[in-house]
C-alpha cells in the first residue's frame, strides 16, 4: 500500500518503537494519528514530526479511551491502522498479580480487537485500507516467565490471521509483524539482564519501523518475523515444538533466577 498520502493511526507511539515507527512514516508522507496514554509525551513526538500531526491522549484498554479514538480516527479518514500498543510483565505465571495478568490481556489481545471492530466499516469503503498487528515472536513460542504476555500475542497473531482471511476480497489488508527482543522501556533491567544471559540478540526499534515499511509496501496482507535465528525457532516450534520444548528446559534455572529478582511493577509501553 501506498504510505505517501495515507491517514495512519498508530497506537503506542510515545513507546520506543512506536517513537521509532511515528519518524519513519512520516519521514515517508504519512499523516499521522497517534495515540498513547501521556498526552505531553504525545505533544513532544508531534513537535518533533511533520506539521499536521494529530494527537488523541487515550487508554485504549478502557471503553472510553476506545471511544475517543474512534471518534477521532473517523474524523481524520484513517486508512492505515498499525496496533502497537502493548505491555509486559516478567515473572513465574503463578507469582504474577492477577491485576497484571488482565492488563495484559485487555491491551494487548481485547484493545486491538474492539478497535478493529468498529474501524473496519470505515476502513473497507477506503480505496485501499491496511490494519497491522504488532505481535511478537513470543506469539509462536511460549517462553517460561511470560505466560500472560505470550498468551496474548498468540491470540493476536490467531486474530489477525483470520481476519486476513475473512477480509480476502476486500480492499483491506492484514499484517502481522513480530518483532524479536527490542532495546525500549517495555523491557525491565531483569529482562534485559535475562537476554544478555542467554545470548539474545536485540534490535533497535528502527530495525522493527523499517521492517513496518516494508511490511506495507506489500500488495498482499500477511506475516513478517524480523530477526535469525528466531524466525527459524518459530518454524521449528510450529513443526516440532518437543525440539523447543527440550531447548528450552535447558534455559528454565536461568529463567527462574531472573523471574525471582524482577521488580512486580507493571511496564507499559502506550
Known amino acids: 500500500m501506498r504510505i505517501e498520502g495515507s491517514?495512519?493511526?498508530?497506537t503506542g507511539a510515545t513507546?520506543?518503537?512506536?517513537?521509532?515507527?511515528?519518524?519513519?512514516?512520516?519521514g515517508a508522507g504519512a499523516r499521522l494519528l497517534l495515540c498513547a496514554r501521556d498526552a505531553a509525551r504525545l505533544a513532544d513526538l508531534a513537535e518533533e514530526l511533520s506539521p499536521g500531526t494529530q494527537t488523541v491522549a487515550a487508554d485504549i484498554a478502557s471503553a472510553a479511551g476506545r471511544t475517543m479514538l474512534i471518534e477521532a480516527a473517523t474524523a481524520a479518514a484513517v486508512e492505515v491502522v498499525i496496533h502497537n500498543a502493548g505491555t509486559q510483565e516478567f515473572g513465574l505465571f503463578q507469582e504474577?498479580?492477577?491485576a497484571a495478568l488482565q492488563r495484559q490481556f485487555e491491551l494487548n489481545l481485547c484493545a486491538p480487537v474492539l478497535l478493529t471492530r468498529e474501524l473496519l466499516p470505515a476502513l473497507v469503503r477506503r480505496d485501499a485500507a491496511a490494519l497491522v498487528f504488532v505481535g511478537s515472536a513470543f506469539g509462536s513460542i511460549g517462553h517460561p516467565?511470560?505466560?500472560?504476555y505470550c498468551a496474548s500475542k498468540f491470540g493476536l497473531r490467531g486474530f489477525a490471521e483470520t481476519l486476513r482471511r475473512e477480509l480476502a476480497d476486500s480492499v483491506v489488508r492484514?499484517?502481522?509483524?513480530?518483532?524479536?527482543?527490542?532495546?525500549t522501556a517495555l523491557?525491565?533491567?531483569?529482562?534485559?539482564?535475562?537476554?544478555?544471559?542467554?545470548?539474545?540478540?536485540?534490535?533497535?526499534p528502527q530495525r522493527v519501523a523499517d521492517e513496518l515499511l516494508r511490511l506495507l509496501d506489500r500488495d498482499r496482507g500477511g506475516e513478517r518475523f524480523v530477526g535469525w535465528p528466531e524466525k527459524l525457532f518459530v518454524r521449528i516450534n510450529a513443526v516440532w515444538p518437543r525440539l523447543v520444548d527440550a531447548a528450552l528446559a535447558g534455559k528454565l534455572a536461568t529463567v527462574r533466577r531472573y523471574a525471582s529478582q524482577?521488580?512486580?511493577?507493571r511496564?507499559?509501553?502506550s
Do not use: C, K, S, W
Not at 513507546?15 to 512520516?26: D, P, S, V
Open 187 to 204: 523491557n525491565g533491567p531483569q529482562v534485559v539482564a535475562l537476554n544478555q544471559a542467554l545470548g539474545n540478540a536485540i534490535d533497535a
Open 15 to 26: 513507546g520506543g518503537i512506536g517513537q521509532a515507527m511515528a519518524h519513519r512514516l512520516a
Open 267 to 269: 511496564r507499559i509501553d
Open 7 to 10: 491517514t495512519v493511526l498508530l
Open 174 to 183: 492484514v499484517h502481522y509483524l513480530a518483532p524479536r527482543a527490542t532495546r
Open 96 to 98: 504474577q498479580d492477577p
Open 145 to 148: 516467565g511470560f505466560a500472560a
Open 262 to 265: 524482577a521488580n512486580p511493577e
